[in-house]
């Protein structure tokens, strides 16, 4: 258990998949999303793992940032049984559609106080070489705080 509380990201339980791990398969459902449902809405009903490695897909959450929101002690920063999990193209305000999923919301319909329930604007890290670098450094120190 110890080592599933210090990175729960990579952590794979016996004859299981870690959160990394379902992020492959995510990338096999978008395509096949984006192949087959361009023109469509999608709702997919899935288990939370699968659910949080499509919010680290989608938003290009660094593991660092996925970290931080499981071991998070608020209750909005997690995914509950039942959770909904929208994202949208078109800007909630003005009705601008993006090139891409740029806002989302999160809602327990069963206790809308775990969830944020308003719309979001997604914030995807901007890269650079030094950025990355330091990421890589500061990776062990994060899991074995």
């Excluded at 870690?18 to 395509?31: K, P, T, Y």
């Excluded at 499509?54 to 290009?60: I, K």
């Excluded at 090139?99 to 809308?112: G, Q, V």
């Amino acid at each position: 258990m110890l080592a599933k509380q210090a990175d729960t990201f990579q952590w794979r339980p016996p004859n299981g998949e870690s959160i990394e791990d379902l992020c492959l398969r995510v990338d096999r459902v978008f395509a096949t999303f984006a192949r087959e449902c361009a023109e469509q809405n999608v709702i997919a009903v899935c288990h939370g793992e699968f659910m949080w490695a499509c919010r680290v897909r989608l938003e290009r959450m660094l593991p660092q940032r996925f970290l931080e929101l499981d071991q998070s002690d608020r209750a909005e920063d997690h995914i509950h049984n039942g959770q909904i999990l929208h994202y949208s193209r078109v800007n909630p305000s003005t009705g601008i559609e993006s090139h891409r999923y740029e806002w989302m919301r999160s809602i327990c319909p069963w206790d809308t106080s775990l969830s944020y329930n308003d719309w979001q604007s997604i914030e995807r890290p901007t890269l650079n070489n030094e950025t990355l670098l330091n990421l890589v450094n500061e990776w062990p120190q994060l899991i074995n705080d």
